[in-house]
């Protein structure tokens, strides 16, 4: 579970960083930025609030309640970022993580009128901030305020996908929210891609350039195939 270890050993004001999104076929990567007022972060949130890969849907659905809620009485401090799929092509999807981080804090600076001290950013690569960075690995289950953003990301791009869903149906977007399940690998090869979709992951680019080659893969490769050719994809020499 998270606490504060980390953030107290830190001088200043601290906000944690995290992103949602690196691996589906379609859609944003979302990233948020969260400052916690750690004199007045008590009750049920403190005990439930994980990294959102941890959580169920409802839990992960509630702790976003409550740290919306934390924001409107000043407990909390929240931003958030993101880059579209246009983006994540022609950048690649770790500049573009990077670049929703960076997004990210750059609202919590504009909401607040200055940058944090530091930010604790989760994962071994730092963006480019206006402070000081510290990169934690598994920080979304060490601290905190990494946790808080990882469930503000998540949640915040589930919603973006949920509404695209309706303008897109028959990608089964309300429910895989963009990655790359059985159900959605068919819709590609029947319906085509949309604007959304990332022509740079190889599913999607075997779509474009032959249904042959792309209904092969379904066959030949288990439905998290998305999520490994993202992850390489994701590799910092990209």
């Known amino acids: 579970m998270p606490d504060f270890a980390i953030e107290r050993r830190c001088e200043g004001v601290v906000c944690g960083v995290d992103e949602a999104g690196r691996g589906p076929l379609a859609g944003p ?16 949130l403190r ?3 994980d990294d959102s890969k941890a959580l169920t849907r409802e839990l992960r659905e509630s702790c ?9 009485v000043g407990a909390v401090s929240i931003g958030v970022g993101a ?16 670049l929703a981080m960076a997004r990210a804090v750059g609202v919590l600076q504009l ?4 940058a944090p001290d530091i930010a604790l950013v989760d994962g071994n690569i730092a963006p480019t901030l206006p402070c000081a960075v510290r990169t934690v690995v598994k920080g979304d289950a060490r601290s905190f305020s990494i946790a808080a953003a990882s469930v503000i990301a998540k949640v ?39 604007p959304h979709h990332r022509r740079s992951f190889a599913p999607v680019r075997l779509a474009i350039s032959g249904p042959a080659d792309f209904f092969a893969l379904l066959e030949a490769a288990p439905p998290e195939v998305a999520d490994e050719v993202a ?3 994701f590799s910092p020499g990209n």
């Open 29 to 44: 990567v979302v990233a948020a930025a969260v400052i916690i007022d750690r004199r007045r972060f008590r009750g049920e």
């Open 83 to 98: 880059a579209s799929a246009r983006e994540i092509d022609r950048i690649n999807i770790l500049r573009a993580s990077l």
């Open 156 to 194: 915040t791009r589930d919603r973006i996908m949920h509404g695209l869903a309706l303008r897109y149906p028959g990608y089964g977007w309300e429910t895989n929210v963009g990655y790359g399940t059985a159900e959605h690998g068919e819709a590609i090869r029947l319906l085509g891609v949309t």
């Open 64 to 72: 976003y309640r409550a740290l919306l809620g934390c924001a409107r």
């Open 231 to 233: 992850e390489v994809q």
């Open 111 to 114: 909401a607040l009128g200055r």
């Open 47 to 49: 005990g439930d609030l």
